[in-house]
C-alpha cells in the first residue's frame, strides 16, 4: 500500500534548561520566540529530570493564564483527574483523583535527590488558541522521595473556555533545582 497526506513534523519552539533554584517556567504566546495559538494542530512539552529544591515531597504541577501571564488561575478554577500507580518491588498501589487547583499534575511526591531522576514526562495540549476547552494530558514517571517507582497520567483543563496564552510549570513547594524543559508545535 501507499501512504498519503502529509506526515507530522514537530518544531521546536523554546527550550528552558534550569541549573539553579527558580521558582517556575512559562511559555507565554509572543515571547522568547513561541508561539501558542492555532498555528499548530498541537503542542508537547517535555519535561527532563524536573528535580525539586524542597525536601518534602512536591508534586510537579501546570498552571494556565489568560492574560499573557501577567497572572495564572490557581484555585477552583480547573477541571482535571489523575491516575497513578506506584511499585517499590514488594508492594504496588493505585489511585486516582479528581482535583481543581491545577490543570495538569504528576503526583510523584520528587525528591530533592538529584541521582534519583525527579519527574520526567509528557504533555499534549490540544486546542490552544481556540475560543474553546484547551485541554491538557501529561505522562509522568520517576522514582518517587518514598522510594516507589511512579507512573502517573493526568487530564485537565480550565473550567471555563477562555483563551489560554501563557503555561507555567512549579512544583506545589518550593523551587526547581534543575530541569530541561522543550516546547514543541506539531504540524
Avoid at 501577567?70 to 511499585?87: E, G, L, V
Amino acid at each position: 500500500g501507499t501512504v498519503s497526506g502529509t506526515p507530522t513534523s514537530k518544531k521546536l519552539l523554546r527550550t528552558i534548561t534550569i541549573s539553579s533554584n527558580t521558582n517556575s517556567i512559562s511559555f507565554v504566546h509572543g515571547a522568547n520566540g513561541v508561539v501558542l495559538d492555532s498555528t499548530y494542530s498541537r503542542y508537547e512539552i517535555t519535561v527532563d529530570s524536573a528535580v525539586p529544591s524542597a525536601t518534602d515531597a512536591p508534586q510537579l504541577i501546570l498552571l494556565v493564564s489568560t492574560n499573557g501571564g501577567s497572572s495564572y488561575h490557581t484555585t477552583d478554577a480547573y477541571n482535571s483527574t489523575y491516575h497513578r500507580h506506584y511499585s517499590n518491588g514488594s508492594s504496588t498501589g493505585n489511585d486516582s483523583a479528581y482535583v481543581n487547583d491545577f490543570a495538569l499534575n504528576h503526583d510523584q511526591g520528587s525528591s530533592a535527590t538529584a541521582n534519583y531522576g525527579g519527574a520526567t514526562g509528557t504533555i499534549i495540549v490540544d486546542n490552544l488558541g481556540e475560543a474553546s476547552r484547551t485541554v491538557f494530558n501529561g505522562n509522568f514517571f520517576g522514582f518517587g522521595s518514598s522510594s516507589y517507582y511512579i507512573h502517573t497520567n493526568s487530564i485537565g483543563a480550565l473550567a471555563n473556555a477562555d483563551i489560554v496564552n501563557a503555561i507555567a510549570i512549579a512544583f506545589t513547594n518550593g523551587d526547581i533545582a534543575s530541569a530541561k524543559f522543550k516546547l514543541f508545535g506539531v504540524l
